[in-house]
């Protein structure tokens, strides 16, 4: 494939890759305001837990609530995936621990107490859905953006729902679709392209964050096993923290690499990308480099809007 430096149009440096101390705590906030937004349906499920409690008089009295025996167990401590593994017997034994250890020496404030286990242990549950949730914001990122760039070339696209992995006709009131979209298929001057996020590629071994086809959707599964299919593979670092930046530029980096050599093996040598949230002065240095000697396609800042709607531009027109 012929190279050209299309970097360019968005990027007349390497500084531009830098991500500035405004973009950072825009950031932060944004991750803020998402862990708030997926929070929300624990704390209602804590008030209506406090609402059934507080019928009872002794906390041995829960046991006879039916309904909140599953929130009895969450505030013993066991997560959703280690209650499909417990027998009867091993669940009653787990809540009358909490209420032996945790409830009765709390007096009458045991509905209280009930409900700060309760959240304890769904704290620890957002905290681990959190731990990607960079990641998954720089998807959608991208993936508004190509809806974006698609609509406004009046290029009709079809999408694929991570829940239900139905296909589906893309509308022009598409608000919010990025929040279960897996993958976004389109035809454009003869060119069907299908592009999915997070698939492992057979001939290379591993997960790549985002893969552009040359398929249709219904040729996807085959396409995936054929080198000369894969028009563009980039990687995704959706993670803002500046103290992370360099390990996760180095995980990218091995990563690329690795897409590199297994497609020079066989002779191809398709279009290789990168975008980052957290982007320092010497990793901005190297990218730019590679940049300019061909290693790398196209990278973009994802804190810039700009950059990234030139780039899925771009991904677009290939």
């Known amino acids: 494939m012929a190279k050209n430096k299309t970097y360019r149009k968005h990027l007349p440096g390497s500084s531009d890759l830098v991500t500035t101390y405004e973009e950072v705590r825009a950031g932060f906030v944004a991750l803020a305001l998402e862990k708030n937004r997926r929070a929300t349906p624990f704390v209602e499920q804590a ?3 406090k609402s059934a409690a507080s019928q009872v008089e002794t906390p041995a009295d829960l046991l006879n609530i039916e309904s909140i025996q599953p929130a009895l167990l969450t505030a013993s401590g066991v997560s959703d995936k280690a209650i499909n593994y417990l027998l009867p017997k091993d669940k009653i034994e787990a809540i009358q621990g909490l209420i032996a250890k945790y409830l009765e020496p709390a007096g009458l404030a045991f509905v209280e107490e009930l409900v700060f286990r309760f959240l304890l242990t769904r704290g620890d549950t957002l905290g681990g859905s959190m731990r990607n949730i960079g990641g998954i914001m720089g998807e959608r990122k991208l993936t508004r953006a190509t809806l974006a760039n698609l609509a406004l070339a009046k290029i ?8 239900s992995k139905e296909w589906i006709i ?3 009131d598409d608000a919010d679709i990025e929040l279960y979209l897996a993958a976004l298929s389109w035809s454009y001057k003869g060119r069907d392209r299908t592009m999915v996020y997070n698939r492992t590629v057979p001939f290379v071994g591993k997960n790549i964050d985002l893969c552009l086809l040359d398929c249709k959707l219904q040729e996807l599964k085959i396409a995936f096993t054929i080198p000369t299919r894969y028009v563009a593979l980039g990687e995704l670092k959706g993670g803002i923290d500046p103290a992370g930046a360099d390990e996760h530029w180095k995980t ?6 690795r ?3 297994a497609f020079s093996d066989k002779g191809l040598s398709p279009y290789i990308f990168f975008v980052g949230a957290a982007i320092e002065n010497s990793m901005a ?3 730019w480099h590679q940049l300019e000697d061909g290693t ?3 990278a973009a ?5 700009d950059q990234v709607a030139s780039l899925c531009g771009w991904l677009c027109s290939l």
């Not at 009709?156 to 829940?163: A, G, I, K, T």
């Not at 990218?252 to 690499?257: F, K, P, W």
């Not at 800042?301 to 809007?305: E, G, I, K, Q, S």
């Open 47 to 49: 008030r209506s837990l």
């Open 156 to 163: 009709p696209y079809q999408w694929l729902h991570s829940d």
């Open 170 to 172: 893309g509308k022009e």
């Open 252 to 257: 990218a980096r091995t990563s690329l690499t």
């Open 259 to 261: 897409i590199r050599k």
């Open 285 to 287: 240095e190297e990218i």
């Open 296 to 298: 790398l396609s196209n």
């Open 301 to 305: 800042n994802l804190t810039n809007a």
